[in-house]
């Protein structure tokens, strides 16, 4: 059974500070990794992915990966009221499938 | 341009009865998967499409779900003899080329069986 695993939350930062969101997965094949963005009551959004190891940004979000460890995080800095949703990791393994992990709330106090 | 739509948004069956969900993927796009989300859970594999072909179907839950893209464009998800345990929301996702490549989600269609 391939899994991903998330701390399901809520994890809970201050504005303006660095939300850590991290996610482990067992297939050692796993090839290409996502972070998904889900608001309440809405479908998920493509945030960023990442095939290689080490760290990928976007703005304020930055994607690591590191396949030993079988470990892939996302970081969001300078974080705002409007990140508060549900934060998704998806892994894809040597199949035709992506197994998506149970997601972490997130919750940005103002 | 316009992204994936689904149809119905939400959908009321009894037990019993079959019901059929639509996704119109983005065009040009060449891979099509469906997942079930259940409340507080991250979204659940179903099937997948590369154009026309099915080429996983391995997490449908029972052979009472049939999926189709016959030209490999639109595709319907049907659930036949509805039970209360297939409430969920459907999403459908297309993605630009294989199945390696990031996905896009249409908003779902919530499928309430009472």
């Known amino acids: 059974q391939k899994e991903v695993e998330q701390n399901s939350g809520p994890l809970s930062v201050p504005e303006g500070a660095i939300a850590s969101l991290n996610c482990t997965y067992s297939d050692r094949g796993s090839q290409s990794f996502f972070w998904y963005r889900q608001y309440s009551g809405k479908s998920p959004e493509l945030i960023m992915f990442i095939y290689s190891n080490g760290d990928k940004e976007d703005g304020r979000f930055t994607a690591q990966l590191n396949k030993a460890s079988q470990y892939v995080s996302l970081l969001i800095r300078d974080s705002q009221p409007s990140d508060s949703a549900t934060y998704l990791c998806a892994v894809k393994g040597n199949g035709q499938n992506f197994v998506f992990g149970p997601g972490t709330r997130l919750s940005v106090l103002p | 341009g316009a992204g994936v739509s689904q149809s119905p948004r939400y959908k009321v069956a009894k037990r019993g009865q079959d019901v059929a969900l639509r996704c119109d993927p983005i065009?040009?796009?060449?891979?099509l998967f469906w997942y079930q989300q259940a409340l507080g859970q991250g979204p659940e594999f179903l099937t997948y499409f590369q154009n026309e072909a099915q080429l996983d179907k391995s997490g449908l839950p029972s052979d009472r779900f049939f999926a189709e893209r016959p030209e490999g464009s639109v595709s319907t998800l049907k659930i036949q003899r509805t039970q209360q345990e297939d409430s969920a929301v459907y999403l459908c996702?297309?993605?630009?080329?294989?199945?390696?490549?990031?996905?896009?989600f249409g908003p779902g269609t919530r499928l309430t069986v009472t």
């Open positions: 065009s040009g796009h060449v891979s």
């Open positions: 996702a297309s993605s630009p080329q294989g199945a390696s490549s990031e996905q896009y």
